[in-house]
């Protein structure tokens, strides 16, 4: 059944320089969080300045007019509160959780970074290094991480995201002072923000808190628009990437809609169904039936722009890859080819709406639920009728989706293979 709006009681209001401001007053433990959107994400960069929206996630810390460098953490944490931030295709997110008397500081804090970043040279550097040593370790370095850039590279050719959000290496030694200027006064200005405050608090006063901190703060120049021409796929695309590794692995990727279309929803079910709980299908069928995998996992999150549908298969020691890979593709044609079962279907909405329900338990999850809403789907309400809606998906709608998503003309492939590269070819 549908959430109750009553539940939700969420104020909301527009600043005259485009700042969003959500309310969600929670008396019930005196604690708050506070999530400040900025639509921007690696989609919103171009090749040159890859990297450069998470580089500013980093560069977000290093002070500005009120607060000097690495002030910001130390006087949240000196008021008993905690920070973090993330950066995605699509957004990025900064969070605070904390106690609610400490919500005037928390304002002023974010406020000022705002209004007022320190960006100069050595920040720049320093933070440069940070990033660089990160992607070192997460990409470089890290199974995972190589393949899920391979495959990007592999399953887009015109969108920003073939691209990593940590950035090309090259990239990130060649960005420069002007370039973060330049950004920061586009994408980190009042009108591309989303702030949410949910937790214990008196609204009248939190929203004329925010009008004295925020108001003044300039509206920024248009957006300029993403370069989103991506050709329709025609064929199955390959890679192959040799490292040394235990044993071999693949990760396979098809392209999907944006999150604003119905089959999204359509497909967190199947990924539900293919990979959630030990009994889900693929871990059923390639990790204890056939002993082909250690572990299969699915990976599908909603984007701005039409995404991808990930399936990762770790293999075991002496398995050909190529077993395995049929081993899949049979797997998801039985999806396309044959009616999923009412019980199936029933498990995978169970797991989804349970999935959203507990992400509303906190105070923190609250406000990042309805920041991921309003930015993806244009308003928080999106997320009210979201279980009615998964549960109207019938067998008929997952066949059709599956059977769209999983041609075999629209794989993408990678496999790696254990070992280093054969002798006589080149890096």
Known sequence: MALDPRDFPVQEHVLANGLQVRLLPDRGLPIATLYSFFRVGSRNERPGITGISHLFEHMMFNGSKKYGPKEFDRRLE???GTSNAYTSTDVTAYYEDFAAEALPLVLDLESDRMASLNIDDDSLQREREVVKEERRFRTDNDLDGMMDEALSALAFQAHPYRWPVVGWMSDLNRITRQDCERYFRTYYAPNNCTVLLVGDFDADHALKRIETLYGAIARG???PEVADGEPPQKGERRAVIHYPAQAPALLAGFRTPNGRQADSLVLDLIEASLSYGEGARLKRALV???ELCVDANVYFGWRMDPGLFQISLKLNPGVDPARAESALWAEL???ADQPMAEAELQRAKNFVRSG????LQTANGRAHTLGQMEVMLGSWRAFL???DRYQAV???D?????????????????TLVPGELPEGVAA
């Open 78 to 80: 000196s008021a008993g």
């Open 221 to 223: 120049d248009p957006l």
């Open 288 to 290: 204890y039936e056939q």
């Open 333 to 335: 044609a039985r999806v």
């Open 356 to 359: 959203l329900l507990r992400g």
């Open 385 to 387: 009728d979201l279980p």
């Open 394 to 396: 019938t067998p008929a």
């Open 398 to 414: 997952v066949q059709r989706v599956a059977k769209s998503t999983f041609a075999p003309h629209r794989r993408n492939l990678v």
